[in-house]
């Protein structure tokens, strides 16, 4: 239960060029990078709630570890995939309904940091968020 609470964003690194990478065009790119992100995740046993709150949307997703699901993000890109767990890191492998290419997302705590880290086309980026 160690993701669970809520997480605000506190900076990002190459998240625009990763955005690029994703095909978001520049105004969605410059109005994501500041979108005031809030992540509250609530985890019992290998089932996750999660609530994510930005300038943009409020999205509450229900999963199961290693059970697939849809879910789209914010620029309306549909994807399908699932969450497991590896050691102390959440892993999402999600594979985009429009080209078939695959986006890989970590999260892990280090310290009172939340790491969210992507994988897209040869493209990484992160984002870290506070507690709060």
Do not use: C
Request: glycine content about 10%.
């Amino acid at each position: 239960m160690t993701f669970n609470g809520s997480w605000k964003i506190d900076r990002n690194e190459n998240y625009e060029k990763f955005m690029e990478q994703m095909g978001i065009n520049m105004v969605k790119r410059k109005l994501a990078a500041h979108d005031n992100l809030k992540i509250t995740i609530e985890q019992t046993g290998d089932k996750f709630h999660v609530k994510e709150s930005s300038n943009f949307r409020t999205l509450e997703i229900d999963f199961t570890l290693g059970v697939t699901f849809e879910y789209s993000l914010a620029d309306g890109t549909e994807l399908t995939g699932s969450w497991t767990i590896e050691g102390d890191m959440m892993k999402g492998v999600f594979i985009r309904k429009d080209n078939g290419k695959q986006l890989t997302t970590t999260r892990i705590i280090q310290g009172d940091e939340l790491v969210q880290s992507y994988n897209y086309d040869g493209v990484d980026a992160k984002r870290i968020f506070k507690r709060g």
